[in-house]
């Protein structure tokens, strides 16, 4: 079974740039068919899909988020990463990564000064 593992800062000051990393260990983020995507939860709200990359490496951003969002990744150490731009406090939430089946645990961004 794959796991996954979010990990960064848990508070970003606003203006700055969120980067979180997903290390995946029980598979390779390159087997064929796997998006690996991240999503995130605002208090009180529902899950919003961020953007994945595919295990081609090919990426796909949120048009609400594409002009601030970067995924990539490392083969070499099995993850990938978000790179979230100019925050503000409506960036505040729970992130998490995942593939179609298996999900980490999340991690809570807060997004304040």
């Known amino acids: 079974q794959v796991q996954l593992q979010e990990s960064g800062p848990g508070l970003v000051k606003p203006s700055q740039t969120l980067s979180l990393t997903c290390t995946v260990s029980?598979?390779?983020?390159?087997?064929?068919?796997?998006?690996w995507f991240w999503i995130r939860q605002p208090p009180g709200k529902g899950l919003e899909c961020i953007g994945y990359i595919k295990y081609s490496g090919s990426t796909y951003y949120s048009p609400s988020l594409k002009s601030r969002t970067s995924i990539s990744r490392d083969t070499s150490k099995n993850r990938f990463t978000l790179q979230l731009s100019s925050v503000t406090p409506e960036d505040t939430a729970v992130y998490y990564c995942?593939?179609?089946?298996?999900w980490g645990q999340g991690t809570q961004v807060t997004v304040s000064s």
């Open positions: 995942g593939n179609q089946f298996d």
């Open positions: 029980g598979g390779s983020i390159t087997t064929d068919y796997y998006y």
